[in-house]
């Protein structure tokens, strides 16, 4: 048996078949973690979901803020944009069972047996791991509630910016939701930007990357994440950034996380349209 870890896919089904058979997965053994942002802008993101559905207990995803994204325009609280590939899944009949497996993923997932921690694009730099799992479970609990339409309506945008456990209504939805699906860089005290996407050197001098801020509470948990395709490998202790841009062209990367020391696997990728 064997636990892998898997960076963003979106909608790159042939590639993610390569990867898996690099590495040899076997279904009825092994397991995937993967970082979330399994759809949009590749060319099959249908597939890719009818797959990881399939593998059931054998895989563990979290969702990203494409993932999301789905979810409010199949709700129709908002409007796909130009470079959006849904259709085939909003067209799909199996849509309903696919979307309502999707909404009911988590935000985070910890493994204090492997020591590591699952996120799609890190944890706020100002969060210790209770503060981060109880409130991903808040996210979770509200997207599996009566409530979730409104939460897609309610989750766009990039305020507030900084955490307060006072933090109450929407506002601190989307606080939570844009630090563990969108979070890039922040400034030395832990507020989030959010419109800076390039990699590390490229940002403005009063900018860091999230994992770099002074006295993070979670610097001792080694995080696995996606969403920052020009970020590559990080080279700090504890951070271990999975997505190399596939829908790029770049690489699909698997981690083999059960074993003395990490392993990287990476596989050449087609690509789609872009993130």
């Known amino acids: 048996m064997a636990v892998y870890a898997i960076g963003d896919i979106q909608g790159c089904h042939k590639d993610l078949l390569a990867l898996l058979s690099s590495i040899k997965f076997d279904a009825s053994r092994d397991t995937l973690w993967f970082t979330g942002d399994l759809v949009n802008r590749g060319p099959d993101s249908l597939s890719v979901l009818r797959f990881i559905k399939a593998l059931?207990?054998?895989?563990?995803?979290?969702?990203?803020?494409?993932?999301?994204?789905?979810?409010?325009?199949?709700?129709?609280?908002?409007?796909?944009?130009?470079?959006?590939?849904?259709?085939?899944?909003?067209?799909?009949?199996d849509r309903d069972e696919l979307l309502a497996w999707l909404r009911h993923l988590p935000l985070l997932h910890h493994d204090a047996k492997l020591n590591f921690v699952l996120t799609h694009a890190g944890i706020a730099p100002t969060w210790d791991l209770i503060t981060a799992k109880g409130c991903a479970a808040e996210i979770e609990t509200l997207l599996r509630s009566g409530d979730?339409?409104?939460?897609?309506?309610?989750?766009?945008?990039?305020?507030?910016?900084?955490?307060?456990p006072w933090l109450q209504g929407w506002e601190r939805c989307r606080f939570?939701?844009?630090?563990?699906?969108?979070?890039?860089?922040?400034?030395?005290?832990?507020?989030?930007?959010?419109?800076?996407?390039?990699?590390?050197?490229?940002?403005?001098?009063?900018l860091i990357p999230w994992f770099e801020v002074a006295n993070r509470?979670?610097?001792?948990?080694?995080?696995?994440?996606?969403?920052?395709?020009?970020?590559?490998?990080?080279?700090?202790?504890?951070?271990?950034?999975?997505?190399?841009?596939?829908?790029?062209?770049?690489m699909l990367t698997a981690l083999w996380l059960d074993t003395e020391r990490?392993?990287?696997?990476?596989?050449?990728?087609?690509?789609?349209?872009g993130n």
Not at 232 to 244: E, H, M, R, T
């Open 176 to 206: 939570i939701a844009n630090a563990l699906t969108r979070m890039r860089y922040c400034t030395a005290d832990g507020k989030l930007v959010l419109q800076h996407k390039g990699s590390p050197g490229s940002q403005p001098e009063h």
């Open 148 to 164: 979730y339409k409104t939460f897609f309506k309610e989750m766009y945008g990039d305020m507030p910016d900084q955490w307060s």
């Open 56 to 93: 059931g207990k054998h895989a563990i995803t979290v969702l990203g803020n494409h993932d999301l994204h789905l979810l409010a325009i199949a709700e129709g609280v908002q409007t796909a944009r130009p470079k959006d590939t849904f259709d085939d899944i909003l067209k799909a009949p």
């Open 217 to 250: 509470p979670t610097a001792n948990e080694r995080c696995v994440f996606g969403h920052w395709s020009t970020l590559g490998d990080a080279g700090y202790p504890n951070i271990f950034a999975l997505d190399n841009g596939c829908v790029w062209g770049g």
């Open 262 to 273: 990490p392993v990287f696997t990476h596989t050449p990728c087609q690509g789609g349209d």
